[in-house]
């Protein structure tokens, strides 16, 4: 469970973040730009499969479109004043089209920032991950698997957009042992496209005789030279099979042996395992001493499901911020199709409504709303393609969203009821909100028309 909380963790709190997304050792910068629940990758006990590899439920009902985050409009006092989306797109119930966006003011629209594209094999395992920060860069990994699906070979490469090619930079390869478990990561770097692979360093994991990690040690070849240098190593505990502490240390040459740098403590509730709190410290070499970094506390309702996360901050003063998540119980987790950023969260145990962000006054600062739409319309798209028409969500309830090709400036949104009575006539902006609450419950068809082309569909109201 820790490792799943964690993944999801870091930017539930922040409001701009400059990261970057570590997928088995190799490195996917990220933008400047928010994202709901998404964070740095998760300490993964199960290090030869990749984040993006998930249970696929076909049997769901509904299928998370995008998340949408507002600030209190101090006119009116609604939480409707547009921050940030993020959309989702899927085919064969995987999410193969990711795009982030800021609300652009001046053009009154949402501007894309990022967006994310992914490729599956038969076995939906991932093989294929592009990362465009738009009008900037563009990164990609390409995975390769064995017969039995275990993570084999990642090759990470950049765009260059002079020559207008992708120019592979890193390579990971995976060795595994007699039991399939993950034995040893080597990783290769090379500059130019004549240059060949170049040895860079190697991970190498031993196991307990019930095959949880005990040691992750990485070991690193200077260029030109013969022999391995230790640079690292992490060390796992564990409690009950449980783990409860992390221990990330570096080798010092001028006093020949390793120093602490980072260490995890997780704190757990021993009679069903709910995380409680996660402590992340530093080490203070000037004193000798752990220096506590960062600390998150988890919140549970009454049946023992995560209902909300405390961040503290300890820098120069300490800061809290908070999420509480609102729930639709009536769906659970199963009956859901989500994103891979997400499919690992703990909250997701349910239908997620809603994320309320609260400062250290306890005062709200954020809403994020989340939209759904019925699994059985999911977009069947080419995955590298930004041609597409979706409406979401739906069934909607107060409001929905048309997605339409950039090629358009604008389309004309029409809404009938089952006696062909015209409810709404609308020109629209992409991706721009439309009111629905007034309307009764019931089967509606829509109709959209950009330039020339027409396209109707069912909208359900709830």
């Given amino acids: 469970m820790y490792k799943h909380i964690l993944f999801t963790l870091t930017s539930l709190m922040s409001s701009i973040l400059v990261f970057s997304q570590e997928i088995n050792g190799l490195t996917i910068p990220k933008s400047q730009i928010t994202s709901e629940i998404i964070s740095d990758a998760p300490i993964n006990n199960e290090p030869n499969k990749s984040q993006f590899n998930q249970h696929i439920n076909k049997e769901a009902k509904l299928s998370l479109d995008s998340i949408i985050s507002y600030g209190k409009n101090e006119s009116t006092g609604e939480w409707d004043k547009k921050i940030f989306k993020e959309f989702f797109l899927y085919s064969n119930y995987r999410d193969t089209v990711v795009e982030k966006s800021s609300w652009d003011n001046e053009n009154n629209d949402w501007k894309i920032r990022v967006k994310e594209i992914k490729k599956y ?7 294929h ?3 465009h920060l738009i009008s900037k860069s563009k990164k990609r990994i390409d995975y390769n698997y064995t017969d039995k699906g275990d993570l084999v070979e990642i090759i990470n490469s950049k765009w260059l957009v002079e020559l207008y090619k992708w120019l592979q930079i890193e390579k990971m390869t995976k060795h595994y042992n007699s039991k399939g ?65 992390e221990l990330f240390s ?13 260490r995890k403590e997780i704190l757990y509730e021993t009679n069903n395992w709910n995380v409680l709190a996660t402590n992340e410290y530093k080490w203070d070499k000037t004193i000798d001493e752990w220096i506590i970094d960062l600390k998150h506390t988890f919140g ?15 820098d120069s003063e300490t800061t809290n911020k908070k999420n509480v998540f609102s729930f639709d119980y009536s769906i659970k987790k199963e009956d859901l199709i989500l994103p891979s950023s997400y499919s690992n969260f703990d909250a997701f145990h349910h239908k997620i409504i809603s994320n309320e962000y609260f400062n250290n006054e ?4 954020r809403e994020a709303n989340f939209y759904y739409s019925d699994a059985g319309s999911l977009s069947i798209i ?9 409406v979401y969500p739906n069934p909607a309830k107060k409001s929905l969203f048309v997605n339409f090709p950039k090629i358009y400036n604008q389309a004309l949104f029409e809404l009938y009821d089952i006696r062909g009575n015209k409810i709404i006539s609308s020109t629209i902006n992409n991706g721009e909100e439309i009111k629905i609450n007034t309307l009764k419950k019931g089967v509606y068809i829509y109709s959209i028309i950009c330039e020339q082309n027409r396209i109707a569909g069912k909208l359900i109201k709830d």
């Fill in 382 to 390: 080419d995955n590298t393609s930004q041609e597409v028409l979706v």
């Fill in 300 to 314: 549970y309702d009454a049946y023992n499901l995560l209902n909300s996360i405390t961040n503290n901050y300890f």
């Fill in 129 to 131: 991950y592009e990362h």
């Fill in 121 to 127: 094999n038969d076995q939906n395992n991932i093989i």
């Fill in 250 to 262: 570096r080798w010092n040459s001028d006093v020949a042996k390793l120093i602490p740098y980072t």
């Fill in 181 to 245: 478990l993950l034995q040893v990561d080597t990783s290769y770097t090379k500059y130019t496209d004549s240059d060949a692979w170049v040895l860079k360093s190697r991970k190498v994991y031993t196991y307990d005789t019930k095959n949880h990690i005990l040691a992750d040690t990485t070991y690193i070849k200077q260029k030109n030279a013969h022999e391995w240098e230790l640079f690292s190593t992490t060390k796992y505990e564990y409690n009950s099979g449980h783990l409860v502490n």
């Fill in 362 to 365: 306890l005062e709200k600062y």
